[in-house]
């Protein structure tokens, strides 16, 4: 199916999906996005582009056990969207039309215990803001705005013993990091040294095979909640290689490849949460031993907290690595933004929500600046208006994306 | 407060203040204590536009008043499908723990005390009308009689006391009914309103498994002018408690009830 195809059956689904169709265990939803772009990096970035995404989930349970599957049809006009059909383990560099983001069971193994199979999404970490024990789980940023975590397809071990909850994940099979189109608007590589007028050729390098293990023990004693996670193995966040050694000459300049590679990495973090008054505040640390040359060590820190107003909630969190690593931060993806300074504000309202993010780079003073309102036309339908504006140095992870400010607008339909 | 109708007409009294009003939320209790309680519940939103939201849940209680366990599972709109709620009382007349499961983070949310005045999942209760009532966190008196619908109550009033942790309301008083002491309607105040700020109706009484139980609640935002209407379906009560229904596992397993 073309894209041209795929976007006009999202499109007449949109319109014609019967209202309300509702099936014993079946959620999903319709939406169309688009995007409009006020500057533009190179001739090769579009002023407007157009997102449709055709989302369907089935819930089943079967005795005690649970089954979820779910499938996600998508059209993307731009360079984002790959030519490979189906990605089942999401492993490419660019995001396929169709993808499975869930397909696992749950199984019980005893009142307290439960071994979960197949491919799921997860979420650790306490500090919503930016949280070290999630950072390392895969994401997709072809839109970079957008913090969309991939599923991975794992075993997992999650009980309960008075107090103490414990969770062990094991991941056969690497899922990697999505990075936007190396280039373009959202991800100029300005600050990675790479010359002006420089064409980099991606190479869809394979990411290994061998995924990662972990393991979490969270507590909760009275107002405190407290955690511990460990892992090992191959970190999914790429490393670039640019291969100078293979480049060639362009009518702009040079047109080099870049492949990717993956680094094993060990980690083992703490997390603290205490109800204090009106607020929750969040404590985590982490540290990362790698012995690669690019990566080196990291010891993160993030401190959170979050007090609600009425129907709102407003969440300030601090986060920084304290060791500087080897190479440009912004080529490291999970620590990129770091140190930063994250303040969101989100408030239900009668007629939808709105929210404010405000993400400050504490290293080049760049930032970003993000706002959106979602308006409930109905139960089922949703407009929803938004923009994200960087802004600052160009050395900075945010100020680097000036040329993605952009404004958007969606319709989404759900049933 | 919603989780359960007969646990509404079982507003303990408070030690010392209004002997009467104590004696009379005792023996309501008495009668309508239930080890546990399961439904489905089919809420309306209307805000003071008129305009209409539809929400579903699965409501799940066990034990009773100060040692009350509640789970609610959101069943419908989309966008609120899969959202949970936990909360459990704690000993001493504290203001329980609760949480709030976001299927979109994959994880919990604690609910920190002060944010008990929010909005519940966009509904006209707050998360403090979630709690189950504890009489030991209130001082009660008997004001008089009044009719309801048609029956005769008992008006008593409930201050909270400070032992009792922080709460959203300055007063309630309750309207129960005299000849089976059940609960039929609570005029909630805020700190400082001379009028009631909420007002929740109970109605559609019927007797299940030997118990009676309003069908049909309704929480009314007297200020805001919007309400919330829950019609209570399956309901069940002392039914065999699936282990561990009441714990984080549980509030965290995606799909799960």
């Not at chain 1, 094993?264 to 982490?286: D, K, N, P």
Request: hydrophobic share 40%; net charge neutral.
């Amino acid at each position: 199916m073309t894209r041209q195809r795929l976007g006009a059956c999202l499109v007449l689904l949109l319109l014609i999906v019967p209202a309300p169709l509702r099936a014993q265990g079946v959620s999903g939803y319709v939406e169309e996005k688009a995007f409009g772009y006020a500057e533009r990096s190179n001739s090769r970035d579009p002023w407007a582009l157009g997102w449709g995404t055709l989302f369907s989930k089935w819930e089943e349970k079967v005795g005690e056990t649970q089954l979820t599957a779910s499938v996600r049809g998508e059209w993307i006009t731009s360079d984002e969207q790959g030519s490979r059909v189906f990605d089942p383990a999401d492993r490419h560099i660019r995001r396929p039309p169709l993808s499975v983001p869930d397909l696992w069971l749950r199984l019980p193994l005893a009142p307290a215990l439960d071994l979960q199979l197949g491919r799921f999404q997860l979420g650790w970490g306490k500090t919503d803001g930016y949280s070290p024990a999630d950072a390392f789980l895969p994401r997709d940023f072809s839109d970079p705005f957008s913090d969309e975590k991939i599923s991975l397809w794992a075993v997992r071990l999650s009980g309960e013993d008075g107090q103490f909850r414990y969770e062990a994940v094991v991941s056969p099979v690497t899922t990697p990091w999505r990075l936007p189109v190396l280039g373009s608007r959202n991800a100029p590589l300005t600050a990675a040294g790479v010359p002006a007028g420089t064409v980099v050729q991606e190479v869809d390098t394979p990411p290994p095979w061998a995924g990662f293990a972990a393991l979490r023990i969270l507590a909760t004693f009275g107002q405190w909640d407290l955690g511990a996670w460990g892992r090992f193995g191959v970190r999914p966040a790429p490393l670039l290689e640019f291969r100078f050694d293979r480049a060639t000459p362009g009518p702009t300049g040079l047109s080099v490849p870049v492949e990717r590679r993956y680094a094993r990495e060990e980690a083992v973090g703490i997390e603290l949460s205490r109800i204090i008054g009106s607020w929750i505040v969040r404590g985590e640390a982490a540290t990362l031993f790698s012995r690669d040359r690019d990566l080196g060590n990291a010891l993160i820190g993030a401190l959170s907290a979050e007090k609600g107003f009425g129907d709102g909630t407003l969440l300030v969190t601090l986060a920084g690595n304290a060791i500087t690593p080897p190479v440009d931060t912004s080529l490291l993806y999970d620590r990129a933004i770091l140190p930063a300074l994250i303040t969101a504000w989100n408030r239900s309202e009668e007629w939808g929500e709105w929210k404010l993010v405000w993400s400050a780079g504490l290293s080049h003073g760049d930032g970003l600046l993000k706002g959106e309102v979602g308006y409930n036309i109905s139960d089922v339908w949703k407009l929803t208006i938004g923009s994200e504006l960087p802004y600052g140095s160009e050395d900075g992870p945010f100020g680097a994306l000036h040329a993605a400010k952009r404004v958007h607008v969606a319709l989404r339909r759900s049933w | 407060m919603i989780l359960t109708a007969a646990f509404l007409s079982t507003l303990c009294a408070a030690v010392g203040w209004g002997a009467d009003a104590r004696a009379l939320l005792k023996e309501s209790e008495n009668r309508h204590r239930t080890r546990s309680q399961q439904y489905a519940g089919e809420l309306t939103v209307v805000n003071k536009d008129g305009k209409v939201r539809r929400k579903g849940w699965k409501s799940f209680r066990e034990g009773y008043a100060g040692d009350a366990r509640n789970l609610i599972r959101f069943t419908d709109p989309p966008e609120v499908k899969g959202v949970g709620f936990l909360s459990l009382a704690r000993p001493g007349g504290q203001n329980p723990d609760q949480w709030l499961y976001l299927p979109s983070m994959k994880r919990e949310r604690r609910i920190a005390a002060q944010d008990r005045d929010a909005s519940f999942v966009g509904t006209d209760f707050n998360y403090e009308d979630m709690e189950e009532f504890d009489h030991e966190k209130y001082k009660v008196a008997l004001q008089g009689e009044q009719s309801v619908d048609g029956h005769p109550c008992y008006v008593i009033t409930a201050i909270p006391l400070e032992k009792g942790g922080k709460s959203v309301y300055e007063k309630k008083i309750l309207f129960l009914r005299k000849d089976i002491l059940y609960l039929l309607r609570e005029d909630l105040y805020r700190k400082g309103d001379k009028e009631p700020t909420k007002r929740f109706i109970l109605s559609d009484l019927q007797q299940i498994d030997g118990h009676w139980v309003a069908r049909k609640m309704e929480m009314s935002d007297l200020k805001k002018g919007s309400r919330t209407t829950v019609l209570l379906k399956e309901i069940a009560f002392d039914r065999p408690v699936v282990a561990n229904r009441f714990t984080l596992q549980n509030l965290n397993r995606e799909g799960g009830d």
